[in-house]
């Protein structure tokens, strides 16, 4: 079974599964695939998850910048901030769960702008 709240997969006894009711199928989606932007994980992924977890349970409100956005899969990278306004993608880092997959830009350059550069430049 796929548990689309937590994007994982888990194996149940068929004596658990149900018939959906059918004013329950035309739903629209109510998550949104998204990844953390620019870190990978480090350590075992259910260690990363239960971290991750204490964080962001911890925080009200949340905010998070958006860094990308892939419509095809319906899916979104972005850096997630606590009420303290810290970085979670940072927290996740320092404290030895991830890695940086390269050096950290703390700059959002928004897609327009540097499409916006280049045109000018070639054209100039």
Do not use: W
């Amino acid at each position: 079974v796929y548990l689309v709240d937590y994007g994982t997969n888990a194996q149940i006894n068929n004596s658990h599964l149900f018939y959906l009711h059918k004013k329950f199928l035309d739903l629209p989606a109510q998550a949104i695939n998204a990844k953390l932007h620019n870190v990978e994980l480090r350590n075992g992924a259910d260690k990363t998850c239960y971290k991750f977890l204490e964080l962001v349970s911890s925080s009200e409100p949340l905010t998070a910048k958006i860094y990308d956005v892939d419509v095809k899969n319906y899916s979104l990278t972005i850096e997630i901030f606590g009420d303290d306004g810290i970085s979670i993608n940072e927290m996740l880092v320092n404290e030895g769960y991830c890695r940086y997959l390269s050096s950290p830009k703390h700059e959002l350059i928004e897609p327009s702008l540097a499409h916006d550069s280049k045109e000018e430049t070639a054209q100039g």
